[in-house]
């Protein structure tokens, strides 16, 4: 079964889901309001799934480090949000900037609390927060507010990237019976789509420098790539001890970097192009448009009716309109 055919089997939608397109548009596209979403998912340990990612432990490894540091990324993309937001003067992007802030609490909220669920299952969170704190407080929250602010939109450019491949292969989420697991991700992917030109766009108002916006890039490269993957490496060894000498770990290695890194289906390695495109200097978050994609999304998660996360669902709330 390929994509489209799954993703019409499973909200039985008649119309194919359009591929990405990478043409220019344009970044002045009237931009609209986007609602802050409360979920309480009731994560529990024994129902977590260390291979929940395509059932290969070191790809799977990789989500759950990046599920514990991301939660620092979001802290201080919300309090630079904070700090910028008085400076904001279109009213739109104000408002647009409150909801960023308000999706990335309440994504770190959850994400704490998917974090706590792992602890029980001998995965290293404490140790985890303690080096993810460690950076943070004495290196990138004493970085001067204008590299905040560029490092807040490179973060932003990267969950973009992985939001879109993970929404472009929704097949990949479905080879694991956590369905709380699941809904984490697939909301964060739907919500990280839905705002990823407000911070570029917030970053271009109130500075535009390119040789700045580039550093910021490279500190977010840096953090994912370097970060996240020295956390993920670790991880399954924790875990699990005998992974050690587990020859079937480590040949099932290959293919989780191949899963991860790997030019042809790898989350970041097919994503390349992507990735690279937010060093072009006319580069805008919408030349991307997903547009067809949360549109899908939106009505396969969050349908009243039918909704993944209906059963998660307590409430919604937009931002006004502040002059
Ligand atoms: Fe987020
Ligand atoms: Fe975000």
New binding site residues.
Partial sequence: MNLTQLTQSLIGRSKPIQLLKTKPTNPNRAQSAFPIRHFDFGFESDQLDPKFYMQAEWASAYFAALSIF?TY??DL?IETARYHRDLIKDPVLKQRLTALIG??AL??KI?EEYNDAMIPRNLPVTLYRKLAEAVFDNLLLKFPQPLKLSLMSGIEHF?AVLAEYMMRNEENFYHSDDVRGRGLWMW?ML??SE?KDVAYDVYQQINGSYPLRMAGFAIAALTLFGGVSAGALMLPFFRRPKNLVDINFWKEGVNSYALLFGSKRGVFGSSIKHIADYVRPSFHPNDHDASEYLAYYKQKLLDPEYGALTPYFIKEFTPKLRA
Wanted: proline share 0%; aromatic share 0%; charged share 30%.
């Fill in positions: 991301l990324g979001e993309v999706q990335e994504h770190s994400h969950t964060h919500e990280e705002h």
